[in-house]
T-cell receptor, first 112, second 113 residues
């Protein structure tokens, strides 16, 4: 079983739609969680952290369910520029130490 | 802006060749990382380093080695390239206390024939 699993998609949604991605992780000792974004043929970039209490940044909301070991990312009012691959990231060592484990990514395409 | 540069965007090598991939960062980051990215498998950590001359194995170190002689430079070495090492190689760096905030280079697409 992969440590971090994501639905690879692709998700094809119209502009203005709300879309949600889930990600599951297998190690219950995982401490910290993040979403990265990777545009086509570009490098990954940190999008946001995920906290137990939820985390909102504009149109993006990330949530963590430790009991079920899954992380979600919700995008409201999708824009064409949101088209990218979204990578779920988990670490055992908290935010300051250790290595990141990446999911394989979920592809989102937003069309006019 | 943080800048992470990699020596080549595209590289074609023959089986058995020794291959060097270079990565340089300009933000005085303590941590540096080498990943490979393959379709369906995502990013997988090969090696990382949290200080000069220090190195730690990642999830898939077999067939690779690394060198960090200077803080800003982290090299990935394929001692004897094989076709299953054809991949996109990404270097990243971060501050010691912020391992989750990694800055990636543009990647090197390596093809081994």
């Amino acid at each position: 079983r992969k440590e971090v699993e994501q639905d690879p998609g692709p998700f094809n949604v119209p502009e203005g739609a709300t879309v949600a991605f889930n990600c599951t992780y297998s190690n219950s000792a995982s401490q910290s969680f993040f979403w990265y974004r990777q545009d086509c043929r570009k490098e990954p970039k940190l999008l946001m952290s995920v906290y137990s209490s939820g985390n909102e940044d504009g149109r993006f909301t990330a949530q963590l369910n430790r009991a079920s070991q899954y992380i979600s990312l919700l995008i409201r009012d999708s824009k064409l520029s949101d088209s990218a691959t979204y990578l779920c990231v988990v670490t055992l060592g908290g935010t300051s130490y250790g290595k990141l484990t990446f999911g394989q990514g979920t592809i989102l395409t937003v069309h006019p | 802006d943080v800048k992470v540069t990699q020596s080549s965007r595209y590289l074609v090598k023959r089986t058995g060749e020794k291959v060097f991939l270079e990565c340089v960062q300009d933000m005085d980051h303590e941590n540096m990382f080498w990943y490979r990215q393959d379709p369906g498998l995502g990013l997988r950590l090969i090696y990382f380093s949290y200080d000069v001359k220090m190195k730690e194995k990642g999830d898939i170190p077999e067939g690779y080695s690394v060198s960090r002689e200077k803080k800003e430079r982290f090299s990935l070495i394929l001692e004897s390239a094989s076709t299953n090492q054809t991949s996109m190689y990404l270097c990243a760096s971060s501050f010691l206390g912020r391992v989750y905030e990694q800055y990636f280079g543009p990647g090197t697409r390596l093809t081994v024939t």
